[in-house]
């Protein structure tokens, strides 16, 4: 209870400050949250994309906080490429019977994976009696979903994963051309490493070294290749002898990365956490609004796809 009171009136509003400051002051961040919300309406408005069924797969993790981007995201492809793509919408467990009504409507034809479908897939992949500390964490840390819930959907082939939060700007030449002839992994850089572990204990748990500023907004692995028993037990030991990091899913991905060759999208043109420069003028061929940049991605960013 104590906890509670010293969080409630001290941690949080003093966290809140910090944010609003990080964006420039109050008027600034109410600016963007302004933005945010318009870009929320907007998408409502946002014109079908068709999935097919034949199409080129591409995964994303979304639900009812972020289904506006990933209309964006996709809408922002489908205007830069004639190329055909499946579209398959993975449950955040937010999924609600309006939000697939929705989606069946702003992306036809596209894939829905809803929570029911991934219990059952774990019950019978990831057990909780053999996987106790990769579901644990799923219940508590989302964002290994984006992991966990779309590589264990079938336990086979290759996987691109896409992050709602990214735009593009011009026809991504590479990815597409990955996604029609896979042959190994494929990933963004970073603006700068995030992996919220040291490299010797990351190496040391994948035997191999560690490719430097992995960034997971776009990241292709194959689903057959990882082995969830050594992923089980790289988060067991990360969090007991580093502690908990909210970069744990960036931090397992550059593991199973180690001592592969990539397909890496260069970093000029697949662009993490763009400048304002860069978002004003659109350069490069995708954005992935993450830190500071979110203030532009609200603001300015997405008024360009539409």
């Not at 082995?227 to 089980?232: G, R």
Request: aromatic share 12%.
């Amino acid at each position: 209870m104590l906890q509670q009171i010293i969080n409630k009136l001290y941690r949080y509003p003093k966290a809140k400050l910090a944010r609003i400051n990080k964006f420039g002051g109050y008027i600034e961040y109410q600016k963007m949250m302004r933005g945010q919300k318009a870009m929320e309406l907007a998408s409502f408005d946002l014109p079908p994309v068709e999935s097919y069924p034949n199409g080129l797969p591409i995964y994303f993790l979304t639900g009812e906080k972020f289904l506006y981007q990933t209309l964006f995201c996709i809408h922002s492809l489908s205007k830069h490429s004639s190329e055909k793509f499946k579209f398959i919408l993975i449950d955040d467990g937010s999924f609600s019977a309006s939000l697939i009504k929705r989606i069946n409507k702003q992306l036809p034809h596209s894939g829905i994976i809803t929570e029911e479908v991934i219990e059952k897939n774990l019950e019978k992949n990831l057990p909780e009696t053999k996987y106790f500390t990769l579901r644990k964490k799923r219940r508590e840390y989302p964002h290994i979903k984006k992991l966990i819930d779309i590589h264990t959907l079938d336990n086979r082939g290759w996987k691109l994963v896409l992050d709602s939060d990214m735009l593009f700007f011009e026809y991504p030449t590479a990815m597409v051309q990955w996604l029609k002839k896979t042959s190994q992994p494929l990933h963004m850089i970073d603006c700068t490493e995030s992996y919220g572990y040291s490299r010797p204990l990351m190496e040391q748990l994948c035997r191999s070294a560690i490719p430097q500023k992995i960034n997971v907004g776009a990241i292709g692995l194959n689903s057959e290749a990882i082995d969830w028993t050594d992923v089980e037990s790289w988060v067991k030991t990360l969090e007991d002898t580093e502690g908990r990091s909210y970069y744990l899913e960036q931090a397992l991905s550059a593991m199973l990365l180690a001592g592969k060759n990539c397909t890496v999208l260069k970093e000029n043109k697949y662009i993490v956490n763009p400048d304002d420069k860069a978002i004003l003028s659109g350069a490069g061929i995708l954005h992935h609004y993450v830190d500071l940049s979110k203030k532009g991605y609200y603001t300015e960013a997405w008024r360009k796809v539409i």
